[in-house]
C-alpha cells in the first residue's frame, strides 16, 4: 500500500501553513562505516536528519503538538537520536500543555544500534506517562506499519487510537516470523481492521479523515464548552401518582424505550466512539465515548441495548466492564466528568462470563467508581438488574427516569429465590423497594425525571445541569461527600420520606 510520508501525513492533518518543526539537528557520529553509510542514503533519500519528525500546527485552529515516523528512512526505526527527538517533543508539549498526536510508522527498534536503543521504549514511555499525568490528551494514529518497540510503548499508550485501513500492526515482524520459523504468520491477524475487532483500537479511519476526528475527540478531551446551563429551566419536580413496580418494570422493558443511543442522539454532540478494552477484548453490551453531553464534555459509559428486539438486549460480560474501567481511567486522568447510563436486563450469565471474572470485574467497577476523583453522574435510565446495573451506579449524583428501577438481580431471579418460581417476579419487586420514587426515598437516587412527551431533552437539560454543578464543586470536598453518601446508605441519616410498598 502507498505510505504517507511523515510530513504528509503531518500536512493531512494540521491547517495549511501552521507547521513548525521542533526539531533540533542531529549529527551522524556513528563509527560504524556501514550503518553510516545506511544513514547517509537515508538522508539523502528522505531530506530528513532521522526517522521521526517533531513539531507543533494547529489542527482546525488548536495547538497540537505532533510526533510521526518516516518510515522511508531505515524502516522508521528508532535508535538514540529519534528516542531523544521524541523524548524531548513529548516534554515539550507537557511543558507547553498542548495534546499530543503520536503517528508512527515503523520496524521498531533501529537494529544497527543494538540494545540502547531498544531502551529508549523506556524513556518514551516515561515522557509520555508524565504527559498524561499532567492531564493532557495523548492520541495515537497506526499507520502502515507498525511494529516492534514502537507498538510496545508510544503506540500502545494512547487514550485513543485510530489506524490506518489495511495497515499493517503487529509485534513481531512477519520478515522475523518467517526467518524465525520458517512459515508464514497467519494472514489477517496484524491488520488494522482485525485490531479494531479485537478492541485494540478505537477506529480504523484514512489520513484524510484525521484532522476532523482528532478536533472532535480534542474538542471534549480539552473540555471545551461547559458554560454552565444553570438558566436552563429545568423540569418540573415529579408529582401526581406514584407508578407500581409492575408498571415500572413493564414499562422499562417495553420495546422502544429510549435506549443511550437515542438519547445521545437527542442531546449529544462531539462523539467519539471508543471500542473495547484497548486490551484484547470487546463487548458490543458497554457503550463507550467521548462526548459533549448538553454542552458538557464527558466520557459516556453505558449500558448499550442495542437494536436487540429482545426485552433482555444485550447482556453484559466481563469485557464490557474492563472497558468501563478503561473509561473510569480516562475521566480520572483528564479530569472529566464521567456519565454513567444504567439500562440493563442483567449480566451475561455464561460459563464464560464466569471464567472471564464477572464477579470480580463488577467488584473493581464498584472500588474504582466510588473513589473516582472525577465528577460523576449516573443515569438510570431504565432496567437495572443485578451487578451490572450496579457495577455503574455509585457516582456522585444519581438521575432516574420515573419507570427505571434497581433490583439485586432480575425479579424473576428474586421471585425463584424466594418462591421457587419466577411468576411472583413483579410482587416480589414491590417488596424490594426498586421503583425510583423508592429509590429517591433511599438516598440512593437525587431526582426523578417524568417520562412525558419531552423525555430525552428534559433528561439532556438536566443532565446539563448536574454535570455542570458537579464541575464546579471542589474535587475533595465532592469525592468526600460521595463516600459519606454511599457510607449512609441504609442507616435511618440517608432516607427522607418513606415510600409506601406498591
Ligand atoms: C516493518 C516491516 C513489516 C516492513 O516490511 P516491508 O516489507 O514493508 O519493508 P522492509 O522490510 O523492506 O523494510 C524497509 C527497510 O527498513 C529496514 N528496517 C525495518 N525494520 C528495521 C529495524 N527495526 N531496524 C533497522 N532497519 C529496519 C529494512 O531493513 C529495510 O531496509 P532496506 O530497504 O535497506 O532493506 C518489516 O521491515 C519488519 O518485519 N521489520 C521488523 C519488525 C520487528 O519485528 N521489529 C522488532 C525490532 S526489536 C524491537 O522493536 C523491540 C521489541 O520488539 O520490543
Redesign the pocket.
Known amino acids: 500500500m502507498k505510505r504517507a510520508s511523515a510530513l504528509e501525513l503531518v500536512r493531512a492533518v494540521v491547517d495549511p501553513g501552521s507547521w513548525r518543526s521542533w526539531d533540533e539537528p542531529v549529527a551522524v557520529t556513528t563509527p560504524d562505516a556501514a550503518y553510516r553509510d545506511?544513514l547517509l542514503a537515508a538522508r539523502e533519500r528522505t531530506g530528513l536528519d532521522e526517522s521521526v519528525v517533531t513539531g507543533e500546527g494547529l489542527v482546525r485552529g488548536r495547538r497540537v503538538a505532533v510526533v510521526a515516523c518516516e518510515?522511508?528512512f531505515?524502516?522508521?526505526?528508532?535508535g538514540v537520536a529519534a528516542g531523544e527527538r521524541l523524548v524531548r517533543a513529548v516534554e515539550r508539549a507537557t511543558e507547553e500543555r498542548l495534546p499530543l498526536l503520536a503517528a508512527p510508522a515503523?520496524?521498531?527498534?533501529?537494529?544497527?544500534e543494538g540494545t540502547i536503543a531498544?531502551l529508549q521504549?523506556v524513556k518514551v514511555a516515561a515522557a509520555i506517562t508524565d504527559h498524561k499525568a499532567a492531564g493532557l490528551p495523548y492520541l495515537v494514529y497506526l499507520r502502515h506499519?507498525?511494529?516492534?518497540?514502537?507498538l510496545?510503548?508510544w503506540g500502545s499508550l494512547g487514550h485513543v487510537t485510530a489506524a490506518e485501513p489495511g495497515a499493517?500492526i503487529?509485534?513481531?515482524?512477519?520478515?522475523?516470523?518467517e526467518a524465525l520459523y520458517g512459515e508464514e504468520f497467519p494472514s489477517g491477524v496484524q491488520v488494522a481492521e482485525n485490531l479494531l475487532a479485537h478492541g485494540l483500537v478505537d477506529a480504523v479511519l484514512p489520513p484524510g479523515m484525521l484532522s476532523e476526528r482528532v478536533a472532535t475527540a480534542l474538542a471534549v478531551l480539552c473540555k471545551d464548552g461547559a458554560a454552565p446551563s444553570s438558566g436552563d429551566r429545568l423540569p418540573a419536580s415529579p408529582s401526581g401518582p406514584v407508578p407500581s413496580a409492575e408498571e415500572s418494570i413493564r414499562a422499562s422493558r417495553r420495546p422502544g424505550r429510549p435506549g443511550v443511543r437515542e438519547l445521545l442522539a437527542a442531546c449529544a454532540t462531539d462523539i467519539t466512539p471508543l471500542s473495547g478494552t484497548g486490551a484484547g477484548e470487546r463487548d458490543p453490551g458497554l457503550l463507550l465515548a467521548l462526548a459533549h453531553v448538553a454542552g458538557t464534555p464527558c466520557v459516556v459509559l453505558a449500558h448499550d441495548r442495542g437494536s436487540s428486539p429482545s426485552a433482555h438486549g444485550q447482556a453484559l460480560g466481563p469485557a464490557g466492564l474492563r472497558a468501563a474501567r478503561r473509561g473510569m481511567r480516562i475521566a480520572a486522568e483528564l479530569d472529566l466528568p464521567l456519565l454513567t447510563v444504567v439500562d440493563t436486563a442483567g449480566a451475561a450469565l455464561s460459563r464464560e462470563a464466569e471464567e472471564g471474572g464477572l464477579a470480580g470485574e463488577i467488584a473493581r467497577c464498584l472500588a474504582d467508581l466510588v473513589n473516582l476523583p472525577a465528577p460523576t453522574l449516573c443515569l438510570l435510565l431504565g432496567q437495572g438488574a443485578g451487578g451490572a446495573a450496579l457495577a455503574l451506579l455509585p457516582a456522585d449524583r444519581v438521575v432516574a427516569a420515573r419507570h427505571a428501577w434497581l433490583s439485586p438481580l432480575p425479579p424473576e431471579g428474586a421471585s425463584a429465590i424466594l418462591h421457587r418460581t419466577t411468576d411472583r417476579a413483579y410482587e416480589v419487586a414491590g417488596r424490594q423497594g426498586v421503583r425510583s420514587a423508592d429509590l429517591l426515598a433511599n438516598g440512593i437516587v437525587d431526582r426523578i425525571v417524568e417520562e412525558g412527551p419531552d423525555f430525552l431533552a428534559n433528561l439532556g437539560r438536566v443532565l446539563g445541569a448536574e454535570l455542570a454543578a458537579l464541575r464546579s464543586r471542589d474535587r475533595d470536598e465532592r469525592r468526600a461527600s460521595r463516600r459519606a453518601r454511599y457510607r449512609r446508605l441504609g442507616t435511618s441519616a440517608a432516607s427522607s420520606t418513606a415510600f409506601p410498598p406498591s
Open positions: 545506511d518510515f522511508r531505515l524502516g522508521g526505526s528508532i515503523s520496524g521498531g527498534t533501529r537494529m544497527q531498544f521504549m506499519p507498525t511494529t516492534g518497540g514502537v510496545a510503548s499493517l503487529g509485534f513481531l515482524g512477519p520478515r522475523v516470523h
